[in-house]
């Protein structure tokens, strides 16, 4: 049962640099989201999609961009990396609202711990 | 835009017993999403309990339960008989088109 898939776990990075993480489910899910976690905060929304070709901007958006070419993949590209960008990034994936098992749950990945020095 | 308000960034209970965390939310939607995630040190984002806002009931899910309030925004949840298990980060969460979380409350058990 492999769900929600991130990859890398872990990374570090220097200023300036850039990255991409991964991220890929198997459930046949139509959206997809990305969120950004800080020490001690709640989950805050980059980008979501709600279906192949389709992005849309959350509440953080800036620093990121993403792509959805297929209903499988969402990679959260990061363009010159910056210290606030330290942060645990989570992929989610669901069913469209109204539709598919579980009403509106959201299914997370382990999440991705990135440190920018 | 949806925002989620957790006003208790941090919450104690003696193992057994009971505790109600809060939440408010707004919104101009009449059908919507509401969710309590728990969060461990693990950082594993897992559903508590989830309320569907077209349903007056108040949903159960064992020992948790919710006061959901739609005319007030209002969606709290109840820990009854807690244990050492439940120690953890809450989150509320709206969902309509996306997700959107609170802040959260860290939940202590004290055995």
């Known amino acids: 049962n492999a769900g929600v898939t991130q990859t890398p776990k872990f990374r570090i990075l220097k200023i300036g640099q850039s990255m991409t993480l991964q991220c890929a489910q198997d459930m046949n899910h139509n959206y997809m989201y990305w969120y950004r976690q800080d020490p001690g905060m709640g989950l805050k929304l980059i980008y979501y999609s709600v279906g192949a070709g389709i992005t849309d901007k959350g509440e953080v958006p800036n620093g990121y961009n993403v792509s959805r070419s297929t209903t499988e993949d969402f990679p959260l590209r990061l363009e010159l990396a910056a210290p606030s960008q330290t942060s645990v990034y989570f992929c989610?994936?669901?069913?469209?609202?109204?539709?598919?098992?579980?009403?509106?749950?959201?299914?997370f990945g382990e999440g991705s711990r990135l440190t920018v020095l | 835009a949806q925002t989620v308000t957790q006003s208790q960034p941090e919450m104690s209970v003696q193992e057994a017993e009971t505790v109600t965390l809060s939440c408010t939310y707004d919104?101009?939607?009449?059908?919507?999403?509401l969710f309590w995630y728990k969060q461990p040190p693990s950082r594993q984002m897992i559903l508590v309990i989830r309320q569907e806002a077209y349903k007056q009931q108040n949903a159960t899910e064992n020992r948790f339960s919710v006061n959901f309030q739609k005319a007030a925004k209002s969606f709290s949840l109840k820990i009854s008989d807690s244990q050492l298990g439940d120690a953890a980060m809450y989150f509320c969460?709206?969902?309509?088109?996306?997700?959107?979380f609170g802040a959260g409350t860290r939940l202590t058990v004290k055995p």
């Open positions: 919104t101009s939607e009449s059908d919507y999403y």
């Open positions: 969460a709206y969902r309509r088109l996306d997700m959107r």
């Open positions: 989610a994936s669901s069913y469209p609202l109204g539709s598919g098992g579980a009403p509106g749950e959201l299914f």
